[in-house]
């Protein structure tokens, strides 16, 4: 009892001296790094800020995503867990007054390379009485990320043409980076893009275009050459429409549209 008195007197006096009592609310902030993500995505960037001086401890494998179903937030549980995520530990060390890009996988929500459109939240437990909740859409419109990266292509190819695929990555960040000639070829089908699969003779040639990368420095651009024709590189009928390149590059997603006549 006696203790119990002094910490509300501690407390009284702290109040009555204008003094703001840390609490988890006010030392740590969140935010989606982009707070409208296109279906291409696989995770959500979380911006985490650490107010206080302590090392924050945010262990990544355990959250959970909440999809908006009309009012109302319901939580996505497959396995009925009580948590949409809940894997082997994996903590990220945010130092304090520092913050943190800490990636999320949305892998429940995605179904034929692309995450289901809609309305979430994410809820990240920081401790066993508290968490912090952020708000974010998937959509499948095209969503400019002014990151300073952008793909471009021919705007029109024949269906039999025979030259070699090829397309142009441009840095105009400040940033150098590494990238792959990993890309990803869809087709505009009945309201919605389908990525195509890629030919036996394309993973022949190319089936190490994810692993090896180059440097693109601040600046600059590259032209990236494929040792076949588009018609070759997919695996199904090529047929005249609406189709676009698809680059993931330092984890965001950029488009350049073509059509097959």
């Known amino acids: 009892m006696k203790k119990l008195c002094i910490v509300l007197a501690l407390l009284m006096a702290l109040l009555l001296s204008g003094c703001e009592i840390i609490t988890p609310e006010n030392q740590i902030t969140a935010a989606a790094e982009h707070k409208i993500l296109n279906s291409a995505y696989d995770h959500v960037t979380i911006e985490i800020t650490n107010n206080s001086d302590d090392i924050l401890w945010v262990d990544k494998a355990k959250y959970n995503i909440y999809e908006k179903n009309g009012s109302d937030y319901v939580l996505i549980d497959n396995n009925n867990d009580g948590f949409t995520y809940n894997g082997k530990n994996n903590f990220i060390a945010i130092e304090g007054e520092n913050t943190a890009k800490i990636r999320f996988y949305l892998g429940t929500l995605i179904n034929e390379g692309y995450a289901k459109t809609g309305s979430y939240k994410i809820e990240i437990p920081l401790n066993k009485d508290y968490a912090v909740t952020v708000d974010f859409e998937i959509t499948d419109e095209f969503i400019s990320t002014n990151t300073g990266f952008a793909i ?65 420095s601040s600046g600059s651009e590259q032209n990236q050459k494929f040792g076949m024709c588009l018609a070759d590189m997919i695996g199904t009928e090529l047929t005249p429409g609406r189709y676009r390149l698809e680059k993931e590059i330092a984890f965001d997603w950029y488009f350049a549209e073509f059509e097959l006549y």
């Open 152 to 216: 471009t292509c021919k705007k029109e190819y024949s269906v039999t043409d025979k030259n070699n695929f090829d397309y142009t990555v441009i840095n105009n960040s400040k940033e150098d980076t590494q990238i792959t000639l990993s890309v990803i070829i869809s087709q505009y089908k009945d309201g919605k893009w389908v990525r195509l699969p890629y030919s036996e003779e394309y993973y022949n040639i190319h089936g190490n275009a994810a692993v090896w990368s180059e440097n693109l």
